[in-house]
T-cell receptor, first 113, second 116 residues
Framework: AQKVTQAQTEISVVEKEDVTLDCVYETRDTTYYLFWYKQPPSGELVFLIRRNSFDEQNEISGRYSWNFQKSTSSFNFTITASQVVDSAVYFCALNSGYSTLTFGKGTMLLVSP | DVKVTQSSRYLVKRTGEKVFLECVQDMDHENMFWYRQDPGLGLRLIYFSYDVKMKEKGDIPEGYSVSREKKERFSLILESASTNQTSMYLC???????????????FGNGTRLTVT
């Protein structure tokens, strides 16, 4: 069985603040893939990043960065200098073994001007 | 760019009605999925299909069925709609036929269904 926990239900920040969204996962498989998706108010989930279990290198893409730590089974997502357009629901997801994608319950991020 | 199109953005139906939610993708993807999204519960998988004519139950298939007669189209059917099926329904597709594959999903905009 696989599980994804996003403990933060809702986060509110003021523009330009940095914010970290937590994701903790559980799986018995040694090969697995982790994802982050963004769901803006329009409703469509947008793929942000995919990371496999053999690549623990952190990744940075503009204001976005991801910290993957197998030792703590975490795949956290940080937005630097947040903007109003970052307001959305963010989902972490896990795909391992012969199962389909399992999503966390999502974290709603509200960035105020 | 991959486009996943869900036929209706908003839908209101009465209890007991048969409801069809349609989803079409334009990138020849093999796999297609139906999820429902509810506050506090995240996304839950209803049904998925690895290829034409194939279907597999997800985590919450009760009260639903699906149809995949053509590769590009995946329909979700509520045989007799009930109020607890009021939800946001999301269709997704991806380009592989393998279980446990890591290809990202491409989502439609969702259909918000209200059953009264």
């Amino acid at each position: 069985a696989q599980k994804v926990t996003q403990a933060q239900t809702e986060i509110s920040v003021v523009e330009k603040e940095d914010v970290t969204l937590d994701c903790v996962y559980e799986t018995r498989d040694t090969t697995y893939y982790l994802f982050w998706y963004k769901q803006p108010p329009s409703g469509e989930l947008v793929f942000l990043i995919r990371r496999n279990s053999f690549d623990e290198q952190n990744e940075i893409s503009g204001r976005y960065s991801w910290n993957f730590q197998k030792s703590t089974s975490s795949f956290n997502f940080t937005i630097t200098a947040s903007q109003v357009v970052d307001s959305a629901v963010y989902f972490c997801a896990l795909n391992s073994g012969y199962s389909t994608l399992t999503f966390g319950k999502g974290t709603m991020l509200l960035v105020s001007p | 760019d991959v486009k996943v199109t869900q036929s209706s953005r908003y839908l209101v139906k009465r209890t007991g009605e048969k409801v069809f939610l349609e989803c079409v993708q334009d990138m020849d993807h093999e796999n297609m999925f139906w999820y429902r999204q509810d506050p506090g519960l995240g996304l839950r998988l209803i049904y998925f299909s690895y290829d034409v004519k194939m279907k597999e139950k997800g985590d919450i298939p009760e009260g639903y069925s699906v149809s995949r007669e053509k590769k590009e189209r995946f329909s979700l059917i509520l045989e007799s709609a009930s109020t607890n099926q009021t939800s946001m329904y999301l269709c997704a597709s991806r380009n592989t036929g393998e279980i446990g594959d890591n290809s990202p999903l491409h989502f439609g905009n969702g259909t918000r269904l209200t059953v009264t």
